[in-house]
C-alpha cells in the first residue's frame, strides 16, 4: 500500500472524506443499481413512446448547463485522478498502478472515486434530453450508460486492481466529450476533427480497459492484483463489446462513404 507523500496536496473536503464508510454503504446497497437501470430503462422506453405524437422540445438552455456541469466534474476529477496516478507511477511503476488499491482510500483520489461511481447514477439524465428532443437514440448510447453504472457500482465495493486507470481515463475522456456537448449545446460550431479526436480517445478508452484487464487476470495469479475472476470476466466483455460498437459508430459516423450512406437511405 502506498503510503500518503507529503507532495500531494490534499483539499480539506478530500482529507476529511469517510472512505471506509463509502465502501460499506457500497456493499450494502451496489445492487440498487439494478433498480436504477430498470427506471431508466422504464423511462427511456416509455418517454419514446410517450414523445412520439408530441412536437420536440427545445430545451438548449437547460442542456447547456447540464453539460457545462459535468464538463467541470469531469475535468476537476481528471486532474485529481490523473495527479494521484502519475504519483503512483512515478513513485512504484506500472504495476504498482494497475494492482495497488490505494487509488479507494488513498490521498487525493479516494474522495473521487467515490464522486466517480455515484456519477454514473446522474448521468442517466443525459437519455433524457435525447428523448425529449427527439433526437435518435443508439443502442451504444443507451447500454453503455446502463453497464458503466452496474459495473462500476459492483467493482467498487471490492476495491478492485485496474479501478485506478478505468477511473482516470475515464474522467478525462469525460471531459472532453461534456465540454464539446456543452459547446454545441450553446450554438457554437466545433470543427469536425474535434469530433473525431473524442470518437478516438473513447476506442483507445476501451482499448487500454481491455489491456489493464488483462494484466489484472495475468498478475492475479501472483497473489499481488486483488480482484476475482467474475469481474476480470465483466470488465473483459464490457470492455470488448464497447471496443467494437464505437469502432462501428466511428467508422459508420467518419469513414464509411457518403454515397453508400445515401444509397442504403434510397
Known sequence: MLQENET???YSFERRFDERGAIEWMQANW?????????????????QHYMKPRPKMNLRRPLVL??????????IGAVRTGSYMLHILSSSGFRRSICDQSFYNGPVSKFWAYAFVLSKAPELGDTAFIVLRKQKLLFLHWYHHITVLLYSWYSYKDMVAGGGWFMTMNYVVHALM??????????LRVPRPFAVLITSAQIVQMF??????????RWLQHGDCPSRIDNITWAALMYLSYLLLFSNFFYQTYMRPHSAKTSKAE
Not at 430498470?38 to 422506453?45: E, G, K, P, R
Not at 487500454?208 to 487476470?217: E, F, I, P, R, S
Request: hydrophobic share 60%; glycine share 10%; aromatic share 20%.
Open 8 to 10: 500531494l496536496s490534499e
Open 31 to 47: 445492487s440498487k443499481a439494478f433498480v436504477f437501470s430498470a427506471l431508466y430503462a422504464a423511462l427511456v422506453f416509455g418517454g
Open 66 to 75: 447540464w453539460s457545462l456541469s459535468l464538463a467541470l466534474f469531469s475535468i
Open 178 to 187: 461534456y465540454s464539446y456537448y456543452a459547446v454545441r449545446a450553446a450554438g
Open 208 to 217: 487500454m480497459g481491455l489491456a489493464v484487464t488483462g494484466l489484472v487476470y
